[in-house]
């Protein structure tokens, strides 16, 4: 009996011991860590928040097999795999889309080039003419409409014409009394800064011109291509009514079957027995703009139409009083 307490008091203090000494290795434990443990895993490990979902520290008992955030993970892949297959659906209808561009775009200027160079210049050795964008209806005068135009001559009779109107205005009778005359040079006031350019009454475009390369007379500047044709760059007036005259010949019809203009100042103003400038065929007005100076800072300005015979269309006066600049208008033709 002695034997048999003795040996129970010894295992009771070998389990005291055992235990303190667990106590003992927990709370030196707990002296190294920043954060204290939770006393629910005193003898277990708590879950952990890693980023890494194949982490073995994130396993658990409902997720041995499989992370714990696994239906985030495929949620997230499948969207990206929707993002993708989206995006490469776009792309592909942008490339088609750009070749379609592309198809129309070469196609239409391969047929222009086709039909205007190959087809009429080479083969039917034509000219052909292939518009490009609208241009000005007011140009320059060239030096082919200079050579056709006397320039000095228009001078002279737009000079004549402005003197006639100014001796019959009540205000240069007055101030600058008649015959007029130029207060510097007493003598008859003579016209500078003359200049003229061409309006063309249709709507104009710049274009290519093409014609075959032999050896047809031309007053122009041509870029050649050896053997085969020559071209260069100019503007041309587009007639609507001859447009619809070439349609109807087209078809066996002439305009005036259907329709007949009997209207010459519609095209020619009131220019009623004109005729258009030798060599050209479509409707053109010739505009002059010039200057006469009648001294004591006074100078009139004129302005007016050219076909034939000279017609004015305004005569301004300008001159200095008390140090500003006056205009005034001494002629105007307001028909039309």
Known sequence: MHFMLKRFLSASNVAVSWRSDIIRAV????????????????????????????????????????????????????????????????????????????LILFGTIGGILGYSVCYKA???????????????????????????????Q??????????????????????????LLDSNTQETPKVHN???????????VTGIVVEPNDSRASSHEWYKVPFL?????????????????????????SSTDIFQIIAPENVYGSFKYEFPIQGDDHSMHIWFLGEMDLGNESLVVFKGKFHVDAKLQQIDLLRKENNKLIRYILYKDDRK
């Open 27 to 102: 709370n030196f434990k707990r002296s190294f860590r920043s954060v204290p443990d939770d006393p629910k895993y005193v003898f277990s490990k708590p879950p952990t928040s890693s980023k890494f979902p194949d982490d073995p520290q994130n396993k658990d008992g409902k997720h041995f097999f499989t992370p714990p955030n696994s239906a985030n993970v495929k949620a997230d892949a499948f969207s990206d795999e929707v993002t993708s297959i989206g995006q490469a659906i776009a792309s592909q209808r942008r490339k088609k889309r750009r070749q379609l561009i592309s």
């Open 122 to 152: 080479i083969y039917l050795r034509e000219q052909s003419f292939i518009p490009l964008f609208p241009s000005s209806r007011i140009r320059k005068l060239s030096n082919k409409d200079k050579r056709r135009i006397a320039i000095k």
């Open 154 to 179: 228009v001078e002279d009779v737009a000079r004549l014409r402005v003197l006639e109107q100014l001796s019959q205005h009540p205000m240069i009778k007055d101030e600058y009394s008649v015959p």
């Open 194 to 204: 003359f200049e003229m350019w061409c309006e063309d009454q249709d709507p104009c």
């Open 229 to 253: 044709f020559k071209w260069r760059i100019t503007h041309r007036p587009i007639s609507i009514s001859r447009t619809v005259t070439d349609f109807l010949n087209g078809i066996g019809l």
